[in-house]
């Protein structure tokens, strides 16, 4: 999958990079678990736009794997899903 994100108040989608994971592990079990690695990766690839609010919680969504230019284009059929985060143990 095609790992994007942004600023709660934001329109704009930051690619941050792909995940991968084993079968029986879902997307957002997969990025909960690595939610603070993939948050500063997401603030050291575009400081200016999201180091400032790296300290807030940013939205993370998943796209299917290699649909960078449907994100790209904004085609009305792809499919993105966000990603909860439950911060409660």
Same mark, same amino acid.
């Given at each position: 999958?095609?790992?994007?994100?942004?600023?709660?108040?934001?329109?704009?989608?930051?690619?941050?990079?792909? =995940? &991968?994971?084993?079968?029986?592990?879902?997307?957002? *079990?997969?990025? &909960?678990?690595?939610?603070?690695? =993939? *948050?500063?990766? *997401? &603030?050291?690839l575009r400081p200016l736009e999201m180091y400032p609010h790296h300290d807030q919680?940013?939205?993370?969504? &998943?796209?299917?794997?290699?649909?960078?230019?449907?994100? *790209?284009?904004?085609?009305?059929?792809?499919?993105?899903?966000? =990603?909860? =985060?439950?911060?409660?143990?």
């Open positions: 999958n095609d790992l994007y994100v942004r600023q709660p108040k934001s329109n704009v989608f930051w690619f941050v990079g792909k =995940i &991968a994971r084993v079968d029986g592990v879902s997307v957002p *079990a997969c990025v &909960a678990r690595q939610y603070p690695l =993939i *948050a500063q990766h *997401a &603030a050291n919680k940013f939205e993370f969504w &998943a796209a299917p794997g290699d649909s960078e230019m449907e994100v *790209a284009y904004n085609r009305p059929d792809l499919q993105m899903t966000k =990603i909860v =985060i439950d911060d409660d143990p």
